[in-house]
């Protein structure tokens, strides 16, 4: 039962979302508190816990259909473990909730309300934002923007036009994001009657439309302050990454698999560069 509760937390991506609460935490307050400590572990794993847990649970019937789940994608929870997923949920993801409300203030309330909305209305019976094409990207890429909003709002950081620009390129970065990972699961989803950006637009749409977006991303980087800028150019290797697939059919959509691993691996190279550069903005910045 553990296992498959680790499984379905995907522990490959619980940096994804504990890294952008964390960095943007530290980088206002600069120092490491209870506050980033409690804040960092609750967006490392009951957050991940929650956002995939109930999207497994939900996404029962679908992930039957799909052969990348089973593994580091994502489990095949049998359903004798649905109900024990859902108050894991419930069980790892309050107390922190109720430590991060007394810590915080309204604004940031605001922020952690709307991110485990998004995480809660992506899979959840009624909402399922996933099945709706193009709030699906929209809401998947809440999920990971979210805590780095709300690290800003926790700690009190002063709103300007480059963190706007900051925010909002990682917000379209991760709109492309889920756009071309959609693209892979177009057969299961559409066997499964499940709605998504790239089952109504096609694969080949989906591919060029992600395209666009990381490269859109890179450019809003140019409108933060140095070493920003060269964060933008990481966003090539993304949009280069799925050139290959410029021209994938429906049909064909299941081999975009292969692009989501390279994606699942400059995450990795990609979060390092970003920590050089971050740390490079903690030595310019006062």
Same mark, same amino acid.
């Given at each position: 039962m553990i296992r498959q509760l680790l499984l379905s937390s995907r522990p490959l991506s619980w940096v994804n979302t504990a890294y952008p609460f964390a960095a943007a935490y530290l980088l206002t307050v600069r120092e490491v508190d209870w506050v980033f400590i409690v804040g960092t572990i609750y967006f490392l794993v009951p957050y991940n816990l929650a956002m995939y847990g109930i999207n497994d649970v939900f996404d029962y019937e679908s992930d039957l259909r799909n052969p990348r789940k089973g593994g580091v994608e994502g489990a095949v929870l049998d359903r004798s473990l649905h109900r024990i997923t859902l108050w894991?949920?419930?069980? /790892?993801?309050?107390?922190?909730?109720?430590?991060?409300?007394?810590?915080?203030?309204?604004?940031?309330?605001?922020?952690?309300?709307?991110?485990?909305?998004?995480?809660?209305? @992506?899979?959840?019976?009624?909402?399922?934002?996933?099945?709706?094409?193009?709030?699906?990207?929209? /809401?998947?890429? /809440?999920?990971?923007?979210?805590?780095?909003? @709300?690290?800003?709002?926790?700690?009190?950081? /002063?709103?300007t036009p480059a963190l706007v620009a900051l925010l909002a390129a990682y917000f379209v970065w991760g709109v492309a994001s889920h756009a071309f990972g959609a693209v892979q699961d177009i057969v299961p989803d559409r066997e499964a009657g499940i709605g998504s950006v790239a089952t109504v637009i096609g694969a080949r749409a989906t591919v060029r439309l992600a395209f666009v977006a990381y490269l859109v991303s890179g450019a809003l980087m140019l409108l933060t302050p140095w070493p920003g800028p060269l964060a933008g150019l990481l966003a090539l290797p993304y949009a280069v990454s799925i050139l290959p697939f410029w021209s994938i059919t429906d049909a064909e959509a299941e081999g975009a698999n292969r692009g989501w691993r390279r994606f699942l691996l400059l995450n990795f190279v990609t979060g390092f560069l970003v920590t050089l550069l971050l740390i490079w903005t903690w030595i310019l910045t006062p």
């Open positions: 894991g949920v419930v069980i /790892t993801n309050v107390p922190f909730l109720v430590v991060l409300v007394l810590a915080g203030s309204p604004l940031s309330w605001l922020v952690l309300a709307v991110s485990v909305f998004a995480v809660i209305a @992506y899979s959840a019976p009624v909402l399922r934002f996933k099945e709706r094409p193009f709030l699906d990207s929209l /809401t998947s890429s /809440t999920h990971f923007v979210s805590p780095a909003v @709300y690290g800003f709002a926790l700690a009190g950081a /002063t709103v």
